[in-house]
């Protein structure tokens, strides 16, 4: 009897082990492409979506305010006041020329109460405005103490103008803010005022015939001891007229408004964001909010953080107004934000809980 191998049963095992490993080879390939094309559609997001941030943790540096006076960037360093200019990926500081006039004028009036500078370099002229004259007659307590300036100062041209509010009233302010509100080239200051049955409001004063008159203000939030916290003044739609931006009651929802002088007062525009913070209750620290055109679009945006502080929020007011984007800090927000030129640009200084950040794009 011949006793042959069965080839055909041979074959057909070896066909089969042969299908498999074609099989497995197949899907491997496959997991790889999709994992390529994955990493492709990455890399290949345009430049200007500003993805990717660097955080770089600025050592030896023990900051308790950063903030923005004119066009300096200052930090309240070792009970100094010195000027931060950015050296590549980190920070260094050099005196700043106003320092002692300034620590001055801080002296003379009471604690945390600083100045706005505007300085006309074509003309070698500073118009600056600040707080004077404390009171304790609206105990709100939110910035740090119950003292609260009753009296606005301006020092323009060479003059020093000075402006007291009535017995129910009080600046809940810190500093004054210089801007042009109605674009005519004549220099306006922008505070808080609060008063007991209405709380805070923006009021707006500007200087005529030797004299501070009220130009425009917003309505008053409505209820005492709620309070607001301006962001700045800029083109936030791209519309060519600038607004006030601000953040009305931080501390219980935190609303992102917009107001725009239409030449007779102040008016609230639609599109507002909630949960925001640009304060801390019982800080005197008002900045921890900054403005950048994220997107280059030409269009300014806001940087501000969440009510808990732990996340960045990058958020753009062309109706409608929108989050761009949400950046996890490293920890709170605590003393301010600062935008600088830096080598890879405009860069963003800021203090947080743990220590001082410079947050980078690539």
């Known amino acids: 009897m ?3 191998p069965n080839n ?3 074959d057909i095992s070896q066909t089969r082990n042969t299908e498999m490993a074609f099989k497995k080879i197949y899907m491997l390939n496959l997991l790889k492409c999709i994992f390529l094309l994955s990493l492709l559609s990455f890399t290949l997001k345009p430049a200007s979506a500003k993805d990717n941030f660097i955080w770089k943790k600025q050592i030896g540096f023990s900051f308790k305010h950063i903030f923005t006076i004119g066009e300096n960037v200052i930090g309240s360093y070792n009970g100094y006041l010195v000027r931060i200019t950015a050296c590549e990926q980190k920070i260094c500081v050099e005196p700043w020329e106003h320092r002692e006039s300034f620590n001055a004028l801080i002296q003379t009036n009471f604690p945390y109460n600083y100045p706005d500078i505007y300085e006309n370099k074509s003309s070698l002229q500073s118009t600056m405005a600040w707080y004077e004259k404390p009171t304790t007659r609206y105990a709100h307590g939110v910035l740090g103490d119950k003292k609260e300036g009753s009296r606005l100062a301006i020092h323009s041209n060479f003059k020093t103008y000075y402006q007291d509010l009535n017995e129910n009233e009080v600046f809940e302010d810190i500093h004054p803010r210089i801007i042009d509100l109605n674009q005519d080239g004549q220099l306006d200051v922008m505070t808080i005022v609060s ?3 209405l709380g805070a ?6 200087i005529e015939n030797n004299q501070i008159k009220i130009l425009a203000e917003t309505e008053a939030i409505g209820k005492g001891n709620r309070w607001l916290n ?9 519309d060519g007229t600038k607004e006030i931006a601000l953040v009305r009651t931080p501390h219980i929802g935190g609303i992102l408004e917009r107001w725009q002088y239409n030449g007779d007062g102040l008016e609230r525009l639609v599109h507002t964001i909630a949960d925001v913070s640009n304060h801390e209750i019982g800080s005197p620290i008002l900045n921890n909010h900054a403005i950048l055109d994220y997107n280059s679009d030409g269009i300014d945006d806001i940087l501000i953080p969440n009510q808990s502080r732990n996340k960045l929020k990058i ?3 062309v109706d409608p107004a929108k989050t761009l984007k949400n950046i996890d800090l490293p920890s709170p927000l605590k003393g301010g934000l600062a935008v600088f030129q830096s080598y890879k640009g405009k860069s963003v200084l800021m ?4 220590g001082v950040y410079m ?4």
């Open 201 to 206: 409001r923006i009021r707006i004063y500007t």
């Open 8 to 10: 055909d049963a041979y």
């Open 230 to 238: 301006p962001v700045g003044f800029s083109d936030f739609n791209g």
């Open 359 to 362: 947050l980078l794009s690539e």
């Open 2 to 4: 011949n006793h042959e």
């Open 315 to 317: 958020i753009s007011l």
């Open 195 to 197: 008063t007991h049955d």
């Open 351 to 354: 203090v947080l809980e743990d």
